[in-house]
């Protein structure tokens, strides 16, 4: 068993399960480096849905979320060098809680030669760790900072090892804005939530990144009644109508009232 390893800027968190990857071939040209797949604790590996076409080089895809389900984002790694990984969920850094951009100064797990980790939740301290789970976005953790930026998106930046010296950056604190602009969408959609706390070892080592990523994936969680309307999966429609008050007749064909006209009436 190997131990997690913690960084800052340049040094990086190993999780505590570690086994041998199986390569496996992409029908793509441009092979990743890392591999990264959403795998529930109930369902297993998530189905991803690619929206990928061959010429594009950043790689997109949709999985389906379910209410209050725990998940692991499981990363493997195919080359024969060790890698520093960016890892965001909603659009924040999984082991700082900060904003990410997936840049080379952010906080990053390692993945030794032909490995492959799991990772379970937020990272809140050496030791411990908080689960992942899809929840709806307004009690999401992100929510809980005011961002909205990246809801319902896992995102990964791999980067390569540069042997050179580098200062370590100093530290910009995290501020809660709960007065932030929230959500817009009037559509229930999925975020990931801070989930019960799990005893997970971790220590420091010294990796220092090259400044652009090599590759970048992202995977786009969403319930099953958004994936049916984008055509992403297809559904077959569950509503049953009422024989004796259809819906789309209400107004005999004219144009309906609307809200406030009819509060008017009444």
Same mark, same amino acid.
């Given at each position: ?27 793509? &040209? %441009?092979?990743? *480096?890392?591999?990264?797949?959403? =795998?529930?604790? +109930? ?6 849905? $690619? ?27 195919? &080359? %024969?060098?060790? *890698?520093?990984?960016?890892?965001? =969920?909603?659009? +924040? ?6 904003? $990410? ?166």
């Amino acid at each position: 068993m190997t131990s997690m390893r913690a960084i800052h800027a340049f040094a990086v968190i190993l999780t505590l399960m570690v086994v041998p990857v199986q390569a496996v071939a992409r029908k793509y &040209s %441009n092979v990743p *480096v890392v591999d990264m797949e959403i =795998v529930s604790d +109930r369902r297993g590996p998530l189905r991803e849905y $690619s929206t990928r076409s061959e010429h594009d080089t950043i790689q997109r895809s949709y999985i389906m979320a379910k209410n209050d389900e725990r998940y692991r984002i499981k990363v493997s790694n195919r &080359s %024969n060098r060790r *890698v520093g990984l960016v890892i965001a =969920v909603d659009g +924040r850094n999984i082991i700082s809680g900060k904003k $990410s951009y997936l840049q080379s100064d952010e906080r990053m797990y390692l993945l030794e030669p032909f490995q492959t980790q799991e990772i379970e939740g937020w990272r809140t301290g050496r030791n411990r760790t908080h689960r992942f789970y899809f929840t709806d976005m307004d009690e999401s953790y992100s929510a809980d900072w005011g961002d909205y930026s990246a809801m319902g998106v896992v995102a990964l930046a791999v980067f390569s090892e540069r042997h050179q010296r580098v200062n370590r950056p100093g530290y910009n604190g995290m501020k809660r804005n709960k007065m932030a602009a929230g959500s817009k969408s009037l559509q229930r959609e999925p975020g990931t939530g801070f989930g019960e706390q799990q005893w997970s070892p971790s220590r420091e080592v010294r990796f220092v990144a090259e400044k652009r990523a090599s590759s970048k994936e992202f995977i786009k969680y969403e319930y099953r009644s958004t994936l049916c309307q984008r055509g992403i999966v297809r559904c077959r429609e569950n509503h049953r109508k009422n024989r004796f008050w259809d819906e789309d007749e209400r107004n005999y064909g004219y144009a309906p009232f609307p809200s406030w006209y009819l509060n008017l009436r009444f």
